[in-house]
């Protein structure tokens, strides 16, 4: 099992920046893909931006929704055991809880979630 801690949401003027945080613990050494995903209330929740290890380990592969390409910047500290989604030149269009997920061996883990709001 993994368990996933977001932090780091809130309130920001359009044009800013968030940092948003999520500490991994457990099995972090089988997570295959780690990433973030977002959910306003009556839709699905749709990936952001996710990282894909691959060749061992040794390779990460980033993968961004379109709509936030050129704004957000997904990365990940193995020695902090987080990743992290910068998002800058946030709209008012990016506000929704935005949810942290591992996958390992084909199940999907998710974190409590971290609201984020982009005041117009």
């Known amino acids: 099992q993994v368990q996933l801690v977001e932090s780091g949401g809130g309130l920001v003027q359009a044009g800013g920046s968030l940092t948003l945080s999520c500490e991994a613990s457990?099995?972090?050494?089988?997570?295959?893909?780690i990433g973030w995903f977002r959910q306003t209330p009556g839709k699905e929740r749709d990936l952001v931006a996710s990282?894909?290890?691959?060749?061992?380990?040794?390779?990460?592969?980033?993968n961004y929704a379109d709509s936030v390409k050129g704004r957000f910047t997904i990365s990940r500290d193995y020695a902090k055991n987080t990743l992290y989604l910068q998002m800058n030149s946030l709209k008012p269009e990016d506000t929704a809880v935005y949810y942290c997920?591992?996958?390992?061996?084909?199940?999907?883990?998710w974190g409590q979630g971290t609201e984020v709001t982009v005041s117009s």
């Open positions: 997920y591992a996958n390992v061996f084909s199940t999907n883990y």
């Open positions: 457990g099995n972090i050494d089988s997570i295959k893909t």
């Open positions: 990282i894909t290890i691959a060749g061992g380990g040794k390779i990460n592969y980033k």
